[in-house]
T-cell receptor
């Protein structure tokens, strides 16, 4: 079965420092992976996706994700964190049925000024 | 293009009542998926509709149902509400890509509180 895991419930980082939010995956076939962000009292916003090709995927708001096949990871990164990046981040993978996503448990990113 | 819209944004109901939530997808998107988000269970897939037909269903009891109209707008209904149905209900509109791939875009959600 397709699944993703987010090992950290919360990540704390100081503003201006680089950030990493971790995600590992277990899929059959070629990986197709997503990152979403959720701000308080809001729905999920699409950040980026990996289909194939370059292992570094660039997305919205300056975020990027690094795909690593040998480590089955798809970590979300940003070179310089902003306080406004504080939110809940989810990685996701298609769940074997059309238009059905399986989400990780989410990682709360807290950026301190 | 306008994004996914969901109405109402907030709802308070009493146990035993029923509720209907509405979702309008992005123009041109024909698929609508529904998810339930709770602190304990996280994000869980409810069902997906495409061209007025339910194509996929998650592991929820029959009290949860939905439908889709010819204009792709979708509704979900929960009957005989239980306290555990309190959640954020998210609707997603899918952009279908080549090779069976897709991207999902989410609405702001409906926050349902059951008392």
């Amino acid at each position: 079965a397709q699944s993703v895991a987010q090992p950290e419930d919360q990540v704390n980082v100081a503003e201006g420092n680089p950030l990493t939010v971790k995600c590992t995956y277990s899929v059959s076939g070629n990986p197709y992976l997503f990152w979403y962000v959720q701000y308080p009292n809001r729905g999920l916003q699409f950040l980026l996706k990996y289909i194939t090709g370059d292992n570094l995927v660039k997305g919205s708001y300056g975020f990027e994700a690094e795909f690593n096949k040998s480590q089955t990871s798809f970590h979300l990164k940003k070179p310089s964190a902003l306080v406004s990046d504080s939110a809940l981040y989810f990685c996701a993978v298609p769940g074997g049925a059309t238009n059905k996503l399986i989400f990780g448990t989410g990682t709360l990113l807290a950026v301190q000024p | 293009k306008a994004g996914v819209t969901q109405t109402p944004r907030y709802l308070i109901k009493t146990r035993g009542q029923q509720v209907t939530l509405s979702c309008s997808p992005i123009s041109g998107h024909r698929s609508v998926s529904w998810y339930q988000q709770t602190p304990g269970q996280g994000l869980q897939f409810l069902f997906e509709y495409f061209s007025e037909t339910q194509r996929n269903k998650g592991n929820f009891p029959g009290r949860f149902s939905g439908r889709q109209f010819s204009n792709s707008r979708s509704e979900m209904n929960v009957s005989t509400l239980e306290l555990g149905d309190s959640a954020l209900y998210l609707c997603a509109s899918s952009l279908e890509l080549a090779g069976g791939r897709y991207e999902q875009y989410f609405g702001p959600g409906t926050r349902l509180t059951v008392t």
